[in-house]
């Protein structure tokens, strides 16, 4: 299972762009990237996937290296609902068990 | 999208005793998962539940202390057993999404034992 390594915490001031990067080096080649979010007292939330390149939604872009040794969650002009913990996911599309790391923990700032 | 809902969404039990948390889904699903977060940490994973078969459980997690039922495809019930204070956690339970690999979590069970 492939590994993720990403900064413990971050703050950003209200309005900006805020950019998490997750490490996942040994990342196998039918591994997908996921990011989630999560609220204190609830369930992490699903946010965005990728396998390659870019993915944008309605609330974050993804951007992954050709190598997909590594990835970034790009959340623009955050406000201060966007303080959580947002986690870097990384596996296969098979059985949705999983494996969590530590997960960056976002602060916005008025 | 999947709803869940767990009960019960919070307790505080005495050592020793039992809990069962209840995991139920408002569509059939195939798989379930149970997580625990202990206070300030991350999510890990404890089991898989099947419907129709014995859960798979993750390492540093057995039976005789986390039994799990799955009696049908909306439902699964999470069993601590012969509670201690380090079993305080969150329990969450998470079932597969329909997109790829997302998947959906319950408001989870934040349990505390004394």
């Known amino acids: 299972l492939a590994k993720t390594t990403q900064p413990i915490s971050m703050d950003s001031y209200e309005g900006q762009e805020v950019n998490i990067t997750c490490s996942h080096n040994n990342i196998a080649t039918n591994d997908y990237i996921t990011w989630y979010q999560q609220f204190p007292s609830q369930g992490p939330r699903f946010i965005i996937q990728g396998y390659k390149t870019k993915v944008t939604n309605e609330v974050a872009s993804l951007f992954i290296p050709a190598d997909r040794k590594s990835s970034t969650l790009s959340l623009p002009r955050v406000s201060l609902s966007d303080t959580a913990v947002y986690y870097c996911l990384v596996g296969t599309n098979t059985g949705n068990q999983f494996y969590f790391g530590t997960g960056t923990s976002l602060t916005v700032i008025p | 999208s999947a709803v869940i809902s767990q009960k019960p969404s919070r307790d505080i039990c005495q050592r020793g005793t039992s809990l069962t948390i209840q995991c139920q889904v408002d569509s059939q699903v195939t798989m379930m998962f149970w997580y625990r977060q202990q206070p300030g940490q991350s999510l890990t994973l404890i089991a898989t539940?099947?419907?129709?078969?014995?859960?798979?459980?993750e390492s540093g997690f057995v039976i005789d202390k986390f039994p799990i039922s799955r009696p049908n495809l909306t439902f699964s019930t999470l069993t601590v057993s012969n509670m201690s204070p380090e079993d305080s956690s969150i329990y969450l339970c998470?079932?597969?999404?329909?997109?790829?690999?997302?998947?959906?979590f319950g408001q989870g069970t934040r349990l505390t034992v004394v």
């Open positions: 998470s079932v597969d999404g329909v997109v790829d690999t997302e998947a959906f």
């Open positions: 539940a099947n419907q129709g078969s014995e859960a798979t459980y």
